[in-house]
């Protein structure tokens, strides 16, 4: 059993900034990568960005230059730095974590409000 705690959500005016964390316990079973996701109000859930072991990247266009994933391999760890927010990065935001035998976990998320 995989858990996924993820910290760091909240009120924050348009133009702020708010760091997330996401940290993994249990029979992880060597992590792969590790993302985030978020759903915005009434619809569906929605790549953010997400990192390998190796550090590598990937964003979502909406995002790339305001929004830095960062990890923690030993930590299990990741983190999302949010700057320059905007009212439509309002939504709840969920950690995800994939091992080597394809398995996808998922947090219970965290809200995240920007308001205009």
């Known amino acids: 059993q995989v858990q996924l705690v993820e910290s760091g959500g909240g009120l924050v005016q348009a133009g702020g900034s708010l760091r997330l964390s996401c940290t993994a316990s249990g029979s992880i079973f060597s992590t792969i990568l590790m993302g985030w996701y978020r759903q915005p109000p009434g619809k569906q859930r929605e790549f953010v960005a997400l990192?390998?072991?190796?550090?590598?990247?990937n964003y979502a266009d909406s995002v790339k230059g305001r929004f830095t994933i960062s990890g923690d391999n030993a930590k299990e760890t990741v983190h999302l730095q949010m700057n320059a927010l905007k009212p439509e990065d309002t939504g709840v935001y969920f950690c995800?974590?994939?091992?080597?035998?394809?398995?996808?976990?998922w947090g219970q998320g965290t809200q995240v409000t920007v308001s205009s």
């Open positions: 995800t974590l994939v091992n080597k035998t394809g398995s996808d976990y």
């Open positions: 990192i390998n072991r190796h550090g590598d990247t």
